[in-house]
Structures are given as C-alpha cells and as structure tokens.
C-alpha cells in the first residue's frame, strides 16, 4: 500500500474507533478518490479495523485493479438489496457509518430495507464530516497540486487582463479563460467560470450572459483549475475603461477588507474570527448589508470544503488548510466588487498562494 494511502486509512481508523464505528461506507466521490486513488465515477469503499473494500460495476474492474491495487475489489451487480447484505455480512460489523449528508433517501431506503433480514446484525449510523475533516488538512504534495492548479488560473488572468475590452462579451471571456486554463494543462474545470459584468456582478454567482461589456463595468470573474482533481479558486474584479468613483470606493473597501484578513489572520483562529477580520472593515464603510457571502471556504478537491470562514464558524484553522480569503460588496443595479486569493496555513500564518494583480 502506498504510504499515503497507508496514512490516509490509519488517520480514518483512528477516526471511526473515536466514534465507535465498526466500519465506514463511503459514497461521496471525493472521499472515495482521497483514500483510494481511484477516480472513477461510480463505487463503494468499505474500511473496517482490517478490510480495504471497493466495489464497483464491470466496467470499473480494470480502473480499479491499476489506480487501487491494494483493495480488496468487490464487484456489484444487479440493485442494492442483491450486493449489500453479501458485501457486509462477512464482516461481522454492528455499527456501520454511512455519508448521510451523500446518500438519498431512496438509496438510504434500499440499504436499510436489504439489511432488514432477522439475522443482520448490521446497524447503519449517520455520520457527517469524517473523511471532510481529514481532507481540511492537506499533506505537502496535495499543496503542491494546488498551487500549480493556482499557477495556471494566474496565467489566465494575466492573459486576459491584455484581451478584455468593451463590446465583449461575458460568454466571449468565459470561454477565452476556460480555453486558456485548459490548453495551459488544467483538468475539467471544478466550476463554471463567472464572468458578471455591470449590474450582473451584483449577482455573487451569476452566469456568463450575451451582455456587452461597457465601458467603465465592474466586471467580476471568478474561475479555477484542476490538477489531478485539486482546484484553484480565484476572483478578480476589472473595470475595461475608466473607473468612476463608486467602482474605485468600492474597490478600495474590498480590498481594505480582503488585506486586512490577510494581515491578521493567525493559526488558532476560528473561522468565524477570521471571518470578522474583513467584515469589520466593510460595515464600516456602510456596507454590512453587502457583504451576504462567508469571508472563505477550504479549497482542495471539492472547490468547497472544510474549513468554513463564516460569521458562525467555530472551525479552528491549523497548519496545512488551504482556504479562500474572498470578501465582496454587491449593490444591486450598480454591480459587486469580489477579490479572492488562496492561502494555505503554516507556520502560524498564512501564505498567499494567488499572485494575480489587484
Ligand atoms: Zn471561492
């Protein structure tokens, strides 16, 4: 087993001893990626105190065999209630956590109904967060596959910062950034990329429309990369043309805010006093209202994911997460400003991984 795979499942078991767990079943695509390398789009993992299982169809049995030759290949056929009591019988579990934030509850239905038999002894836990909370903290090299996924969404700001005018459209610079970011080596980009321009970007997740870029728009763009699954998340806002005294107000808020979390923001802190770094400066600019969104958000295979920089969050950042620092003003019929950056936690402080202009 690789060594990382190896750490990966020790850290889990420790995990589900804490929570007296007999086993683990994991769905969530991320979750099965991260402990088992497989990348597929469909299976099953299931860790016990011994057992590395990954079932999946037919047409996975190959993948699985190079990506995870170290688990033992469990192969489904026909619905749930054919393949689930066989894949956990043997196992002897009484309690057996599920993804309960991933599973439907149709799919919940099927798993419980096909456990239903009088002499199962399996019992199926909610959990919430396990695999999440050991994903928060990256190992040296998952920075690494960020920072080149942030590489690449730098180059393609830079680019475009030469090529946006007005009478473009938001489609038109969309497509010249996904184009770009993926002949520069990205994988599938982990979202569509925004492009808001004029009164849209008042809309913090608006889509790319056919609207002309004028002159003089705050223009939002926010977009990221993939490299072996790690994204990049990046905003920037432009103004093509001459800015006017809203947008350089605005602008000068939000990048108040934005440096003075960057400045302030220490291991140890909450999320929800990270958070606040950058809000304070906003409300006091008179735009408390504004300023709907989170401060930030974990950044790593999911383009969301733990830890949250939220009002309420009483996640506490440690060494080795990687976040966004994203605060922005929207003010609606005039159009948003949004900056964001990714910074990654160490040695007490954080280091900015973004280096696009602002
Ligand atoms: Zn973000």
Redesign the pocket.
């Known amino acids: 087993m690789s060594v990382k795979t190896a750490n990966r499942l020790e850290r889990l078991r420790q995990s589900l001893a804490e929570k007296e767990l007999d086993g683990i079943f994991i769905s969530q695509a991320d979750n099965r990626y991260y402990l088992s390398g497989f990348n597929g789009s469909a299976g099953y993992l299931l860790i016990t105190a011994k057992d590395t299982i990954l079932a999946t169809d037919f047409c996975y049995v190959e993948q699985v065999k190079r990506q995870s030759p170290d688990y033992q290949l469990f192969q489904l056929s026909g619905g749930v209630a054919s393949w689930f009591p066989g894949l956990v019988d043997e196992l002897k579990l009484n309690q057996l956590g599920f993804e309960a934030g991933e599973v439907s509850f149709n799919q919940y239905r099927q798993l419980a109904d096909s456990l239903s038999a009088p002499k199962s002894s399996v019992q199926l836990v909610p959990v919430e967060g396990v695999v999440e909370g050991l994903r928060a903290i990256k190992e040296p090299e998952e920075i690494e596959l960020i920072s080149r996924a942030v590489e690449i969404t730098d180059r393609a700001f830079e680019y475009i910062e030469g090529v946006i005018s007005p009478g473009m459209t938001e489609l038109e610079v969309a497509w010249e950034l996904e184009k770009f970011q993926r002949e520069q080596g990205s994988g599938a980009l982990p979202f569509g990329i925004i492009v808001a321009s004029g009164p849209n970007a008042a809309l913090p997740h608006a889509q790319p429309s056919e609207r002309k870029i004028n002159s003089g728009d705050a223009v939002v763009i926010?977009m990221g990369a993939t490299i072996d699954g790690y994204c990049s998340?990046f905003?920037r806002t432009l103004c093509p043309g001459k800015p006017n005294d809203t947008f350089k107000k605005v602008y000068d808020t939000v990048l108040g805010a934005q440096l003075a979390a960057i400045a302030l923001i220490k291991e140890g802190m909450s999320g929800g006093e990270a958070d606040s770094l950058a809000r304070t400066v906003i409300e006091e600019a008179g735009h408390a209202e504004a300023f709907g969104h989170s401060l930030?958000?974990g950044?790593g295979l999911a383009?969301?994911e733990q830890p949250r920089l939220s009002p309420n969050s009483t996640e506490t950042l440690v060494s080795g997460m990687v976040f966004?620092i994203?605060p922005g003003i929207y003010l609606p019929g005039w159009g948003g400003v949004r900056i964001?950056d990714l910074a990654v936690m160490e040695q007490g402080g954080i280091r900015i991984l973004s280096k696009g202009n602002k």
Do not use: L, N, Q
């Open positions: 926010d998340d905003s930030g958000h950044v383009e969301h966004s994203e964001e």
